[in-house]
């Protein structure tokens, strides 16, 4: 990270250079260990790149079960399915747990902030969940998505609000937003208020569209994208994963990764149906100029005709109860108002 020339004149406020990259790397899908590996492998490219930030694909440890139907259908699950997801679920990681640890770890030896989804097991549930960590391997904290899409609602859980952070960090306010929670206004338009400006969007979707909605979103909160999906292959997953006689060069995840500008101009990618490190050098007082003209929850707000209605606190399903009833809930944070 370097920091620009300050402009002669007073007042002028100068912004880190920020060099941001996406990985669109291959897990290796339901084996953490092997995957953690991997991590380790392409933050060490990464750090030999210079790299400030670094940006892993959704559900990359513990891994994206495409293909999966966990012996589901509407009355009824089997049994091998419900074999399938105790497998599925013991590849998941623990926040805080020994992973997390080896991931700081990572992070550390490569100097770098580091975003990652993982596949996160608290209790008898799954979510799917992006973690932070800074250069010095600090644990920041985690995002948990707030709407499985699909078959995903079968296997994970339901995020809230009070893990929709945005972290003030050297390189920028870093945030994240996962999949097709982007295609979600309220969401995006929270992150915004927040005042995102390194968006970071793991995601397991490769399609041509998403490509056009991370575009968007850079346009729309004036802020850099950092869109992050994996490749894979039928030949990356298990052994009966697929049908015995699928192909195993089969693409089954396409890619389709890119870093995005604050006015919606490609800076690197998208790249599809091999493994990257996608690398760019991100100006942020880019940001500032980009809002002259539009700042969604600024200028160009109207806060007398929309508002937004963001609800932080923690859903507890089982809270203890001391005393009245009303104390169980006392001390968790309030709804609080955003114009939109």
Known sequence: METEEAATGPGVVTRPSVRA????????????AATLQVVQTWAQRAAAADVDVLVFPEAFVGGYPKGSVFGAVVGDRTQAGREEFARYANAAITVPGDDVTHLAEITAAAALHLVIGVVERDGGTLYCTVLFFSPTGEFLGKRRKLMPTGAER??????????????????????????????????????????IELYCAPTADGRDGHHATMRHIAQEGRCFVLAANQVTRVRDFPPGHFAADADPDMVISRGGSSIIGPLGQVLAGPE????????????????????YDFDVIGHYARPDVFQLLVNEAPA?????????????????????????
């Open 316 to 340: 507890i399903p089982v809270a203890p109860m001391h005393g009245s009833p009303s104390s169980a809930f006392a001390g968790r944070p309030t709804s609080r108002v955003i114009s939109a």
């Open 272 to 291: 599809y149906d091999a493994e990257a490190l996608l690398v760019a050098d991100l100006d942020l007082a880019e940001i500032i100029q980009a809002k």
């Open 21 to 32: 990259a996406v990985a669109q790397a291959t897990p290796v899908p339901f084996d953490r």
């Open 154 to 195: 079968l296997i994970w859980g339901y995020g809230d609000g009070s893990t929709m952070d945005v972290y003030d960090t050297a390189v920028g306010r870093l945030g994240a937003v996962i999949c097709w929670e982007n295609l979600m206004p309220a969401a995006r338009m929270a992150m915004y208020a927040k005042g």
